[in-house]
């Protein structure tokens, strides 16, 4: 089932208290459009009275009238619904201004898709020993709905991995999920992420960075040349201690 959608228009009234004090009594009406199916034929108008926070008055596109639900509500319910051609007025607002709305939004921003931007990066790097973490980023999409997966040789991650998503501020949106693993020799880590912007799941390979020359993972080495140094420095270091010894 799809999720109920809302459109709603807010305006507020305050009645400050005869003391002066800086509290008041709120009362604000609310009118809301309510859907779910995306013909918009089950579009329902709602108009909605409220005191303090209390709803006691509401009219309902689906009931045709205003119903009261406090004394004050239902006085004044009976009062409005008299008044036909009002109530006609209101019954149009499922298609003059609920289904226009909503159609617009439809249009220009639930249908629109804009694909993320992927990074992967290496956060804290490892060894046979120790787990290396990697983490994987999408970038400026929307709308909000994505998926990110991790795969291992081609085989969908199990392990534990932290995911956080997050709002821009500008419509568009931003996710993190990192993958902590052991490093072996000939396997291929991949992140996978599906979005609306895609066609098909995009999968982004990672590409470990290449070892600098100043970092070894064994042993030092030492070539033939390395050695011939190493021998010639020795030799001369003990020709000249023998030669201050005599």
């Given at each position: 089932?799809?999720?109920?959608?809302?459109?709603?228009?807010?305006?507020?009234?305050?009645?400050?208290?005869?003391?002066?004090?800086?509290?008041?009594?709120?009362?604000?009406?609310?009118?809301?459009?309510?859907?779910?199916?995306?013909?918009?034929?089950?579009?329902?108008?709602?108009?909605?009275?409220?005191?303090?926070?209390?709803?006691?008055?509401?009219?309902?596109?689906?009931?045709?009238?205003?119903?009261?639900?406090?004394?004050?509500?239902?006085?004044?319910?009976?009062?409005?619904?008299?008044?036909?051609?009002?109530?006609?007025?209101?019954?149009?607002?499922?298609?003059?201004?609920?289904?226009?709305?909503?159609?617009?939004?439809?249009?220009?921003?639930?249908?629109?898709?804009?694909?993320?931007?992927?990074?992967?990066?290496?956060?804290?790097?490892?060894?046979?020993?120790?787990?290396?973490?990697?983490?994987?980023?999408?970038?400026?999409?929307?709308?909000?709905?994505?998926?990110?997966?991790?795969?291992?040789?081609?085989?969908?991650?199990?392990?534990?991995?932290?995911?956080?998503?997050?709002?821009?501020?500008?419509?568009?949106?931003?996710?993190?999920?990192?993958?902590?693993?052991?490093?072996?020799?000939?396997?291929?880590?991949?992140?996978?992420?599906?979005?609306?912007?895609?066609?098909?799941?995009?999968?982004?390979?990672?590409?470990?960075?290449?070892?600098?020359?100043?970092?070894?993972?064994?042993p030092l080495l030492f070539t033939a040349g390395d050695?011939?140094?190493?021998?010639?420095?020795?030799?001369?270091?003990?020709?000249?201690?023998?030669?201050?010894?005599?």
């Amino acid at each position: 089932m799809s999720l109920l959608k809302l459109w709603s228009v807010h305006h507020f009234l305050m009645l400050s208290v005869f003391t002066g004090a800086a509290n008041g009594y709120y009362t604000y009406h609310w009118a809301q459009c309510i859907y779910s199916s995306p013909d918009f034929s089950d579009m329902v108008f709602l108009d909605g009275y409220y005191f303090n926070k209390y709803l006691y008055m509401q009219f309902n596109s689906t009931v045709g009238e205003f119903v009261g639900f406090t004394e004050f509500g239902v006085r004044n319910a009976e009062i409005l619904n008299k008044d036909q051609a009002y109530i006609q007025q209101l019954k149009a607002e499922v298609d003059r201004f609920c289904k226009a709305n909503a159609a617009l939004y439809k249009k220009d921003i639930h249908d629109k898709a804009v694909a993320p931007a992927v990074k992967l990066s290496l956060v804290k790097k490892g060894d046979s020993r120790r787990p290396s973490l990697l983490m994987c980023s999408a970038y400026d999409f929307y709308p909000e709905q994505i998926k990110v997966s991790w795969l291992r040789n081609g085989t969908l991650v199990t392990d534990v991995t932290s995911t956080e998503k997050m709002p821009n501020g500008d419509w568009y949106y931003q996710i993190h999920t990192e993958l902590e693993y052991i490093p072996k020799a000939g396997e291929n880590i991949s992140c996978m992420v599906e979005h609306a912007g895609f066609s098909k799941p995009m999968i982004y390979d990672w590409n470990p960075p290449p070892v600098s020359e100043f970092e070894w993972s064994g042993p030092l080495l030492f070539t033939a040349g390395d050695a011939a140094l190493m021998l010639g420095i020795i030799i001369a270091a003990a020709g000249f201690i023998y030669y201050k010894s005599k």
